[in-house]
């Protein structure tokens, strides 16, 4: 009788500790499972990075003959605008003398609206200030549609 | 990655924390009666429905290549939360069993529908006449239990309005602010330092949080008040981005605690208590200061579980369920489930991020961010951090209508992550 007791008083004991170890165990697993998920996205998410660092626009949909089809290469910087002294010319009285530019900040391209008074669209929606640009997105300015892909 | 390993966790505490329990009992010599656990076949058929649910959820969850991470998270809070009542109030067991029965079936339901049920998203101010119905029905036929008048009895089962209020509230705020984000965003007024627009883009944003006001004096239901104004806020900032916002709704706030302080007596004794429990332990601050104790006693591995005393705290299987735990199974424990629920926050939010549509983003993030702020709200109040407030913790506490909402919650979450996948 007094050992049935014992075993039971030690099963008990095993069985309360091993519910705590087990919770613990189940926390340090889940936490290490969603890091090791973060890390491999992060690893994809850097390779295309270091293999390109060039960009491109393309010109989608334009009025003018001189642009459709065309193709803006770019590393650095690239300017649009009506002025001249743009890269990306678009004579049209909707679009600004300096209108926008797209740059390169850290490893990603950011577009930035130089106060254009008919907006720059990225996706369709109008642009405030700075964005950071997705491969794939389409920039309109006045009636010209780009392509930013790198 | 599929995590059915993870799966059986729960299960396992579970099974771990009953036959401790029914050993307990042959110990000591006790006999099964009705105060007491029942016979173990009593519960077997729920578990066994509750087994059954979980992997056909999580069949759909694969099936639809939905977040595998979730679901094991809330049954560890759900199990934990389970063993801990059969500690605690043996009685209830059955009632929760069959509540979180009802819960899953219910979220199984939301999943399957979630295509038609996504399209409330299009009708704001629907949803918004909607919530503050919701609300107000307890103003008008609201029982009082445990003294906030908050509880609606329809014969055998009472729910709680606002449980089910607060997830119209937030598809209403999701639908509204997507679409005003930019008028909300464009700054009209410069009053000190705080941009704000035209009074007409931000009065149902003020409905809102007079309504929590409201709420807090009449129903006398701080918990929910200090939820519903802290969603509504953070739901403000997260879709503008405007920290205006939050400094109007602490001004507001602010303005509303004291006002309330210097006006009413049920506040000001919340209040009192949290600055000096010990000015009357025995009295007015009872509560507060056994759960103190009783976080005390536990210390960093607890006494063991099933040898605490926190049957001294009144109401300990709701509010203070938390108390309960951490006395028996440590402090470790007790931050266990907190990492548990920042990992699902985390889920959410890194979720929310990658959805495109506005809308849809928002109230992921919303789903996320209520669940934590809940349990920020009833974690803080029985640690002390803040005034005690009423709510249940999210997916441990008894209570059906808590259970069958947070399940609610859980499963617009996962279905939101679906999303991600289309891109």
């Known amino acids: ?150 | 990655m599929k995590n059915w390993g993870l799966l059986t966790a729960p299960l396992g505490i579970f099974l771990c924390g009953m036959s401790v329990l029914y050993l307990k009992m042959q110990g000591a010599m006790q006999k099964v009666t009705n105060t007491t656990l029942q016979d173990p076949w009593v519960y077997v058929p729920y578990l066994l429905v509750a087994v059954f649910l979980t992997i056909v959820i999580q069949m759909v969850v694969i099936r639809r290549h939905l977040d595998t991470f979730i679901l094991p998270i809330i049954l560890m809070l759900v199990s934990i939360g389970l063993v801990e009542i059969a500690r605690l109030k043996p009685v209830l067991l059955l009632r929760q069993m069959q509540w979180l029965c009802i819960a899953m079936l219910v979220m199984f339901i939301v999943i399957r529908l979630w295509p038609k049920i996504k399209r409330m998203l299009n009708y704001p101010y629907l949803l918004g006449i909607g919530c503050v119905f919701l609300l107000g029905l307890p103003l008008l036929f609201g029982t009082e239990i445990g003294g906030s008048k908050n509880w609606l009895v329809l014969g055998p089962v009472s729910l709680q309005p606002s449980e089910f209020g607060k997830i119209i509230l937030l598809f209403f705020l999701a639908s509204y602010l997507s679409d005003h984000r930019r008028v909300l965003t464009l700054p009209a007024h410069k009053f000190l330092f705080l941009r704000l627009p035209p009074l007409r883009f931000i009065a149902p944003l003020i409905c809102i949080w007079g309504l929590a006001v409201l709420m807090f004096v009449v129903e006398k239901d701080l918990g929910s008040a200090l939820l519903f104004f802290g969603m509504a806020v953070l739901m403000t900032y997260m879709s503008t981005g405007s920290k205006s916002y939050v400094f109007l709704a602490m001004a507001f706030m602010g303005i509303a605690a004291a006002a309330s302080y210097a006006m009413f007596g049920h506040v000001r004794v919340r209040f009192d208590i949290w600055l000096d429990p010990w000015a009357d332990p025995n009295g007015m601050a009872y509560q507060v200061v056994q759960s103190l104790f009783a976080i005390g006693t536990g210390g960093l591995w607890g006494t063991g579980f099933g040898f605490g005393h926190p049957g001294f705290i009144p109401e300990v299987h709701t509010d203070f369920i938390f108390s309960a735990i951490v006395e028996e199974m440590g402090l470790t424990a007790g931050l266990m489930l907190i990492i548990c629920y920042a990992l699902l926050f985390w889920r959410g939010i890194k979720g929310a991020l990658k959805l495109k549509n506005a809308s849809e983003a928002l109230l992921m993030a919303g789903c996320a961010v209520l669940i934590l702020l809940q349990m920020f709200i009833i974690i803080a109040g029985v640690t002390k951090f803040l005034p005690l407030t009423g709510i249940t913790l999210p997916f441990v506490s008894y209570g059906g209508s808590s259970m069958v909402s947070s399940f609610i919650l859980l499963a617009m979450l996962l279905s939101l992550t679906k999303e991600q996948k289309n891109v």
């Open chain 1, 1 to 150: 009788m007094q050992g049935a007791a014992m075993a039971i008083k030690v099963v008990r004991v095993v069985l309360e500790y091993g519910m705590l170890l087990w919770l613990i165990y189940f926390t340090v697993s889940l936490s290490r499972r969603m890091f090791g998920e973060v890390k491999q996205e992060l690893k994809q998410q850097h390779k295309p990075v270091v293999k390109q660092n060039e960009a491109l626009l393309t010109v989608v949909e334009a009025g003018e003959e001189e642009l459709q089809g065309r193709r803006f290469a770019f590393q650095e910087e690239i300017t649009i605008g009506r002025g001249a002294e743009n890269d990306v010319r678009i004579p049209e009285n909707f679009v600004s003398h300096r209108h926008a530019t797209i740059f390169l900040h850290g490893a990603q391209y950011v577009i930035e609206d130089l106060g254009s008074v008919n907006h720059t669209y990225v996706n369709g929606q109008p642009l405030e200030g700075r964005a950071y640009l997705k491969p794939g997105d389409e920039i309109r300015v006045g009636m010209v549609t780009l392509r930013f892909e790198r």
